[in-house]
């Protein structure tokens, strides 16, 4: 449904979506944010087998999310919000929102509906398949309704330190479960195994808060790929994923807080099958 220009569109979270603590994973957010993103190109009749007519891409290259403590059910309905908060010559720029029913008391008495799991920003480009450069948005212009108003965070490019020293590092070999159906290694596979690096006992008492990622370069099918973790000295973490010609391929930035008290499992059953 599209209302003033803002797409929703509801998903059911599945046991595969949820980590140990409760919480939507880094890749459910990518997944079911980038589904809608195509349920939303689809309507405006230019989604990916669309272009691909006109020997055209889409290409993303950029994400940010800032993430809520907020609990996810088994089977809870969860809902992804989407528009298009900039257009510019070369560049398409997406804010979301993923939320879930407010079932709290205090929601309850304060008349809010909804309650915030994630928001961010995403950067899109076109590519030409034939020349693989940059294509201008103007054939975008009369199809895409941009709503500048409700842009969630500034569009500007976030800038990564260079990794000084790793803290951890490891190498992964692509398979068959890294591609996507452009027989490359998708881009939830680089955050997926850039989050192999992260220490067991942050991921055992810590909830992931932001993740910003750039993907720079393809990769294909049994390239070798290595994956440096580096504490920086700001809280963050600095992943870094380079191929075998030592090209950095995709960067990601990632913060942690203390975990919130863990629901009972009692608690995080909907009951309402």
Same mark, same amino acid.
């Given at each position: 449904m599209i209302t003033n220009g803002k797409y929703r569109h509801t998903y059911t979270a599945t046991a595969s979506d949820i980590t140990p603590l409760y919480r939507l994973t880094p890749n459910a957010m990518l997944m079911y944010f980038q589904d809608s993103f195509a349920r939303l190109m689809t309507i405006h009749h230019v989604a990916a087998f669309d272009i691909v007519k006109q020997h055209r891409m889409w290409v993303i290259t950029e994400v940010h999310i800032d993430v809520q403590p907020t609990v996810t059910y088994w089977s809870e309905d969860f809902t992804v919000e989407i528009w298009v908060s900039e257009l510019t010559s070369?560049?398409?720029?997406?804010?979301?929102?993923?939320?879930?029913?407010?079932?709290?008391?205090?929601?309850?008495?304060?008349?809010?509906?909804?309650? %915030?799991?994630? @928001?961010? +920003?995403?950067?899109?480009?076109?590519?030409? /398949?034939? #020349?693989?450069?940059?294509?201008?948005?103007?054939?975008?212009?009369?199809?895409?309704?941009?709503?500048?108003?409700?842009?969630?965070a500034s569009h500007k490019k976030v800038r990564f330190p260079k990794l000084q020293s790793a803290d951890m590092q490891m190498e992964h070999r692509a398979t068959r479960l890294d591609l996507d159906f452009n027989f490359h290694v998708s881009n939830r596979s680089y955050v997926t195994i850039a989050m192999l690096t992260m220490?067991?006992?942050?991921?055992?008492?810590?909830?992931?808060?932001?993740?910003?990622?750039?993907?720079?370069?393809?990769?294909?099918?049994?390239?070798? %790929?290595?994956? @440096?973790? +580096?504490?920086?000295?700001?809280?963050?973490? /600095?992943? #870094?994923?380079?191929?075998?010609?030592?090209?950095?391929?995709?960067?990601?930035?990632?913060?942690?807080?203390?975990?919130?008290?863990?629901?009972?499992?009692?608690?995080?059953?909907?009951?309402?099958?």
């Amino acid at each position: 449904m599209i209302t003033n220009g803002k797409y929703r569109h509801t998903y059911t979270a599945t046991a595969s979506d949820i980590t140990p603590l409760y919480r939507l994973t880094p890749n459910a957010m990518l997944m079911y944010f980038q589904d809608s993103f195509a349920r939303l190109m689809t309507i405006h009749h230019v989604a990916a087998f669309d272009i691909v007519k006109q020997h055209r891409m889409w290409v993303i290259t950029e994400v940010h999310i800032d993430v809520q403590p907020t609990v996810t059910y088994w089977s809870e309905d969860f809902t992804v919000e989407i528009w298009v908060s900039e257009l510019t010559s070369l560049r398409i720029y997406c804010d979301f929102r993923i939320v879930r029913k407010d079932r709290s008391t205090s929601g309850r008495l304060q008349g809010k509906n909804e309650q %915030l799991i994630a @928001s961010g +920003s995403s950067q899109w480009n076109i590519l030409n /398949l034939d #020349t693989k450069r940059l294509e201008t948005t103007d054939f975008l212009a009369d199809k895409l309704t941009v709503v500048t108003e409700l842009m969630t965070a500034s569009h500007k490019k976030v800038r990564f330190p260079k990794l000084q020293s790793a803290d951890m590092q490891m190498e992964h070999r692509a398979t068959r479960l890294d591609l996507d159906f452009n027989f490359h290694v998708s881009n939830r596979s680089y955050v997926t195994i850039a989050m192999l690096t992260m220490p067991d006992e942050v991921l055992s008492t810590q909830t992931l808060s932001s993740l910003t990622v750039h993907w720079l370069h393809e990769t294909y099918l049994d390239d070798t %790929l290595t994956c @440096s973790m +580096s504490h920086t000295d700001d809280g963050n973490y /600095l992943h #870094t994923l380079t191929n075998s010609e030592g090209v950095v391929v995709c960067e990601l930035m990632s913060r942690w807080q203390p975990q919130p008290e863990i629901p009972e499992v009692s608690e995080v059953l909907n009951r309402d099958l």
